[in-house]
Every structure is written in structure tokens, then in C-alpha cells.
């Protein structure tokens, strides 16, 4: 049964107390940055078992003990943490959270409630905000996305897939949100991701009163419009009935929403084209998800495709921790979460790494974390702007990931992608990503660009292959015969063409969003072409 309106709208205003008390704090102590910082460092390298057994208590001493790292100097100490289901942190643990990464297919990272207590401190402001900047959240139901691990690691993580976004609340705001959200997060255990998808799409069809949508990637929400489109009658038949019918076994963990007057409306509304979400969702008035680098494209769609909510694009929130907010029309830094430093990434300090009191508008940096969980300097490889303060808290804008791919030594980087693909849409080509793909010495790796809708092969290829010249190594490794030619490979659907190669690699349903570079290997590109609809 949906909730109902008498307990919602109480729900809400719990939480919003609930909120007051860690957003009044972010707003008082904006003006005393390195004072909250190292308090917080302090307060971590008390649980840090590494910290303490170097006898380390200051950022002085930290900076020069500890190097920078990332997870692959961690994944040895990680591994045999899960198996004795310990951590490096003396903070209770609560779980190892699965993720994937550029350079890592699964990663599991320490949960510990240090942790969540620190991604807890910039939730609350972050709601906050979101309730200030759109007053109707409060009069309806939110749905936050939930992830799923690809199918073929769902056997292998399914005690540990625990990618419930509502997750990261502490237990009295996880307590209060299930009063306010559309979609269980009981969907995720669904046997296959597109029954995940399916009931998902159930449950908020089933919702007159959904007043947010909160997904990480705009082209995730574009994709469950689509098929809200392609699979209306099979939901009718569902809310109409209140059971799965030839989905039952995939989602015999998952109770069936039984709403026959919003079956009716929906068989209604399929009668016109495309559909009317507004009269689907009347109390839809904000819409929230990656809006920057590779994803703004995709967020003006969604946001054109829902044009009657008000759009707000995401901080930058990694599982390892969270950089930024959302929070009252600028991205400042979550500086109660975790502690934090940045590396220079261009100009005369190039390389140098400085904490976050000594940043200045304009700075390219890249942020480094050291947090409740265990792990110190972890480097996070995002490429950020700073573009005001928050008082004297950074804000940031995020400019994609820092580093590109590297087949054979040609070091070509996400913005020779993004120039490629915006010179072919000029002519009409629809290119979604330029993939590097690694042919494990099967033969000479190549660089494919991935487009949609036919075109001619001829000119696009060389076309391409000109462009990349223009960069010194790519010639280099084409001249020496180290690189084959490009290719072009064509789908009809370009979205779920790169989420298939992808999805392929490791990547995670959900958390995907288009890169305009990305390295992939020939079996997962040959996979997806031999999966593409003749």
C-alpha cells in the first residue's frame, strides 16, 4: 500500500528537524575552515590504526609520514580486512562497499560508522538545502535511486550489495525516509537488472505523489522514461493486478504495488505520444542528478524531458567519500565530512598537494581524503575547479575525471575525446563515447568511436584518425605500426550500446555515466556489436 498523506507530510517535517541542527552548524562555522579541519583530522587519526602506530596526532607530522595513495596500495590490506571482517579504523565496522572504478573493476571500501557518520554530516545540510530551494518536497514521496552490481558479480557480492542510497543516512533519518520514498529499496535484490528496472518504474508509476527523483546519472533516468514508454501495458497489468505475473520468480523478494486507479490512468495517458509525465506525476517539482563534464548533455535532456520540476545537478560524491553539495545554488565543499586535500593540477604549483584553507579561486586541484574509514591521502582523480567561497569553504566545479588512457604511450586525455566527438556532431554524427580498446595482444589496440545511427564509415574513420594525429604520442605510436587505424562502430541506440561495453568491464548499473574517453577491452566491445539488433 502507498503511504499515506497524513504520515508523509509529518515524516518530512521530523526530518527536517532532524537536518537543523548539522545545516545551522555547516552555515556558523564557514568562517573557521582550518580550525573544523583539523579537528577532524585530529579526530581520525585517533582511530587510524596506521596513525597510531606511527605515533602521528598533527596535519604536520601526517603530511610528512603518510604518501598519497590509491586503492591499489590499499587492496592488499583490504583483502585481508574482509576476511577477518576487521578494518584499519578502530570504528565500528559496518560493512565493505562494492564499487567500480577506472582502473579497478570491484572495489570494496571500509564502512565503518565513523564513516557514515561523516557522509551523514553533509547529507543533512544537503537536505536542507533541498527542502529551502523547492518548499513543495515536503507535500509528497522521494525517490532515490538504487544501484545494482551487474549480474554475473551478483552471486559472488550478494551479501554485500548494499547499494541503497537511503543507506548512507544515520538510522534516525533512515528510519524517517522510508516513510517518505516512492521506490523500496527491497528492488535491488531483483534477479536480473532489468526486473530491477521494471519494478522500479511500478513503484513510481504507482505514485501520485512523488515530489522528487533523485538519480547520480541523468542518462539513468532517461533510461527508465524510455522504458516507462516501451513497457506501459506490462505495468498496467501489474498495478492493475497487484502481482508480477511472468516476472514473479526474478522478483519473489518484491512486494507487487497494487494500484488499479493509476493503472487506469496510465492505460489513459498511453492513448497520447509521448506520454504526459506531468499529469502522471502533478506533484513532481524537483529533479536531481549529474549535470557537469560528460553528463551535461544528458542533464539537459532529462531536465527538457521534465520540464515542470525544477533540476539540480549533484556535488561530487565518489563510494569513497563525498567532495561537495549542493547547497544553496553553489557546490561548497562537505567540509564537516571528511579531511581534505587537493593537488595542483596546472600553474607554478603543479603537483604540489596543500589543504583546503590554503585553496584560491580559480585552482585546479584534484582532492585527496583521509577519512573515519581507515584509508589516508586516498586520491580521488577527479580534476576540480574552485569557483567561489562559502564563506572561507571552497566551491567547486567539476571539470571530469584527471586522467585519460594510455594503450602503447600515446597519452591521450578525455579532452581530445570531447573535442573529437563535439568536431563530428557538427557534421551530424552522433558519437557517444571514443573508446580505447585494448585487444590483450590479440592483435594491435585501436581507438573505436561509438556512434549512433549509420553515417559514412570512410570519411568518419579518416576523419578521426586526422584529429588524433594532431597530438604528438598518438602519431608517434600510428606511425611506429604500435596503433591500428580507428574504427567506427554503429548502434542504433548509442546509450545502451556504451552501457553494455561498460556494464561488460565491471561498471555498475546505476552509477554509470558517459565518459567522452573510456578504455575497454575487445571482448566487451565484440559482446555488445553481437548483441546489437541486426
Known amino acids: 500500500m502507498m503511504k499515506s498523506m497524513a504520515i508523509t507530510p509529518l515524516s518530512h517535517q521530523v526530518l527536517k528537524l532532524f537536518c537543523r541542527q548539522t545545516d545551522q552548524r555547516f552555515q556558523k562555522q564557514k568562517n573557521a575552515l ?11 587519526l585517533q582511530m587510524s590504526t596506521l596513525a597510531q602506530q606511527a605515533g602521528v596526532t598533527d596535519y604536520e607530522s601526517f603530511k610528512t609520514r603518510f604518501p598519497v595513495t590509491r586503492y591499489a596500495q590499499w587492496r592488499d590490506q583490504i583483502t585481508a580486512c574482509r576476511s577477518s571482517k576487521t578494518t584499519l579504523s578502530s570504528s565500528k565496522l ?20 565513523a564513516f557514515l557518520d561523516e557522509l551523514d554530516a553533509a547529507i543533512a545540510p544537503w537536505l536542507s538545502s533541498m527542502y529551502r530551494k523547492c518548499n513543495q518536497l515536503d507535500r509528497g514521496t522521494h525517490y532515490w535511486s538504487v544501484s545494482w552490481l551487474p549480474e554475473s558479480q551478483r552471486e559472488v557480492l550478494k551479501d554485500e550489495n548494499l547499494n541503497d542510497d537511503s543507506a548512507l543516512l544515520g538510522l534516525g533519518k533512515r528510519i524517517l525516509s522510508k516513510f517518505t520514498q516512492a521506490v523500496p529499496s527491497d528492488v535491488s535484490f531483483a534477479a536480473q537488472a532489468d526486473d530491477a528496472l521494471f519494478a522500479t518504474l511500478c513503484y513510481l508509476v504507482a505514485d501520485a505523489d512523488l515530489a522528487m527523483m533523485s538519480v547520480w546519472s541523468p542518462t539513468f533516468a532517461l533510461q527508465l522514461l524510455e522504458k516507462l514508454n516501451e513497457q506501459a501495458e506490462e505495468i498496467v497489468q501489474v498495478l492493475r493486478s497487484g502481482t508480477w505475473q511472468q516476472r514473479a520468480a526474478s522478483l519473489r523478494q518484491v512486494k507487487a504495488p497494487h494500484q488499479p486507479q493509476r493503472a487506469l490512468l496510465l492505460a489513459r495517458l498511453m492513448q497520447q505520444s509521448p506520454l504526459d509525465y506531468q ?18 548533455q544528458w542533464a539537459a535532456s532529462l531536465h527538457a524531458a521534465l520540464p515542470f520540476a525544477q533540476f539540480e545537478g549533484k556535488g561530487l560524491w565518489a563510494t569513497e567519500g563525498v567532495v561537495t553539495i549542493p547547497y544553496d545554488d553553489c557546490y561548497p565543499l562537505a567540509y564537516h565530512s571528511h579531511f581534505y586535500e587537493f593537488e595542483y593540477l596546472s600553474g607554478p604549483r603543479q603537483g604540489e598537494i596543500v589543504a583546503s584553507w590554503e585553496l584560491q579561486l580559480n585552482d585546479h586541484v584534484s582532492p585527496v581524503l583521509t577519512s573515519g574509514n581507515g584509508l589516508l591521502r586516498y586520491c580521488l582523480d577527479d580534476s576540480l575547479r574552485v569557483t567561489g567561497f562559502f564563506g572561507q569553504v571552497p566551491c567547486f566545479e567539476f571539470q571530469g575525471r584527471r586522467f585519460g588512457v594510455d594503450l602503447v604511450g600515446e597519452k591521450l586525455s578525455p579532452d581530445v575525446a570531447h573535442s573529437l566527438i563535439a568536431q563530428l556532431k557538427q557534421q ?10 585494448d585487444t590483450q595482444q590479440q592483435a594491435k589496440p585501436f581507438y573505436c568511436v561509438l556512434v549512433e545511427g549509420e553515417t559514412s564509415q570512410q570519411v568518419c574513420v579518416q576523419q578521426i584518425d586526422q584529429a588524433l594525429r594532431q597530438h604528438f604520442h598518438y602519431e608517434l605510436a600510428r606511425d611506429l605500426g604500435q596503433l591500428d587505424q580507428p574504427r567506427v562502430c554503429y548502434v542504433d541506440n548509442g546509450w545502451e550500446g556504451y552501457k553494455h561495453v561498460v556494464m561488460r568491464e565491471g561498471m555498475i548499473e546505476g552509477n554509470i555515466k558517459p565518459e567522452p574517453l573510456k578504455k575497454v577491452t575487445l571482448s566487451s566491445l565484440e559482446h555488445m556489436l553481437c548483441a546489437e539488433p541486426v
Not at 281 to 291: E, G, H, I, M, Q
Open 428 to 437: 551530424q554524427i552522433q558519437a557517444v563515447s571514443l573508446f580505447a580498446v
Open 279 to 296: 499529469q502522471l506525476w502533478p506533484k513532481l517539482s524537483l529533479v536531481s542528478s549529474w549535470d557537469t563534464a560528460g553528463s551535461k
Open 94 to 113: 559496518v560493512r565493505y562497499q562494492p564499487t567500480s572504478g577506472s582502473s579497478e573493476q570491484i572495489k570494496f571500501i571500509p564502512y565503518t560508522q
Open 34 to 44: 582550518e580550525q573544523v579541519q583539523r579537528e577532524k583530522l585530529e579526530k581520525i
